[in-house]
T-cell receptor, first 113, second 113 residues
Framework: NAGVTQTPKFQVLKTGQSMTLQCAQD?????MSWYRQDPGMGLRLIHY???????DQGEVPNGYNVSRSTTEDFPLRLLSAAPSQTSVYFC????????????FGPGTRLTVT | GQQVMQIPQYQHVQEGEDFTTYCNSS?????IQWYKQRPGGHPVFLIQ?????EVKKQKRLTFQFGEAKKNSSLHITATQTTDVGTYFC?????????????FGKGTHLIIQP
């Protein structure tokens, strides 16, 4: 099993550009989530999904969209990148919700200039 | 909203000394999870505590959950260089369900040989 995979590993965007961060898991986990990690801020929840077709907002959802058309994939879209979105983005999955162990992907380091 | 405070932010120790990080929540928690993130890596699940007053041990690591389920601690005995990293607690508020985990900002453990 590959676990949770994320692409790309690194990305540089200009202000106003859009892009999609990819996340996939092969553990048949129902629950998937996106976090951003900024220095001194810990991990903050952006969006999460409890199953295919169901998504909801976390603590810091503004400027991001998600969809969940399959159990395996949970892409994160930046609609119009801003320098404040410079961060490391982690995707995570778990067997059934946030009551269980979260498996994190390796992360995407995004810089917006 | 729910806040999870974690102290200290940084801890320097000599190899062989003990280390403790503390986690305090503004609300009663359903459970608390602990993660370790090595420099440049992603968070990796260590343990979950669910019961009031629960104590769990993993080799040199001891985890405690407070009686009121609002605080927790991680204690490492006789630190080794392999313990270097950032330790995060993550709490799920009581009745939280799919709302997602709230992470503390982490404690960076720096070990001097």
């Amino acid at each position: 099993n590959a676990g949770v995979t994320q692409t790309p590993k690194f990305q540089v965007l200009k202000t106003g550009q859009s892009m999609t961060l990819q996340c996939a898991q092969d553990m048949n986990h129902e629950y998937m989530s996106w976090y951003r990690q900024d220095p001194g801020m810990g991990l903050r929840l952006i969006h999460y999904s409890v199953g295919a077709g169901i998504t909801d907002q976390g603590e810091v959802p503004n400027g991001y969209n998600v969809s969940r058309s399959t159990t395996e994939d949970f892409p994160l879209r930046l609609l119009s990148a801003a320098p404040s979105q410079t961060s490391v983005y982690f995707c995570a999955s778990s067997a059934s919700g946030s009551r269980y162990e979260q498996y994190f992907g390796p992360g995407t380091r995004l810089t917006v200039t | 909203g729910q806040q999870v405070m974690q102290i200290p932010q940084y801890q320097h120790v000599q190899e062989g000394e003990d280390f403790t990080t503390y986690c305090n929540s503004s609300t009663t928690l359903s459970n608390i999870q602990w993660y370790k993130q090595r420099p440049g890596g992603h968070p990796v699940f260590l343990i979950q505590l669910v019961k009031s007053g629960e104590v769990k041990k993993q080799k040199r690591l001891t985890f405690q959950f407070g009686e009121a389920k609002k605080n927790s601690s991680l204690h490492i005995t006789a630190t080794q260089t392999t313990d270097v990293g950032t330790y995060f607690c993550a709490g799920l508020r009581s009745g939280g369900g799919a709302d997602g985990l709230t992470f503390g900002k982490g404690t960076h453990l720096i070990i001097q040989p």
